[in-house]
């Protein structure tokens, strides 16, 4: 019975800790997506809420450019040439109508 009394404000006072390191994440994610779209919109950066890929990207592929793709890909999102092809070589798997 005594391990009750103790255990229990224990786990209601991490629960509340938790939560609250939990609502602080979720403000910064907000805020630092709020910052971004601002400056997607700035720049003038498309991309498809779908695929997460620059427009200019799929633009490309679509044209049949695919080392240009590439490069796109790397320049604007800062991905490694591995990462960048893998990326490249998925929406050339697509069917041409999926991509934008």
Known sequence: MDYVVV??????????????QYEASRKRIRFLEV???????????????A???????????????????IRLYRKITGADLEQASAVVDELLKKPAGSML
């Open 7 to 20: 255990v229990l404000p224990t786990f209601v006072a991490l629960a509340l800790i938790w939560y609250s």
């Open 35 to 49: 910052k971004i779209e601002a400056l997607m919109q700035h720049t003038g950066l498309k991309f498809d809420k």
């Open 51 to 69: 695929s997460l890929v620059p427009v200019e990207v799929h633009q490309a592929v679509k044209a049949g450019h695919r080392l240009k793709a």
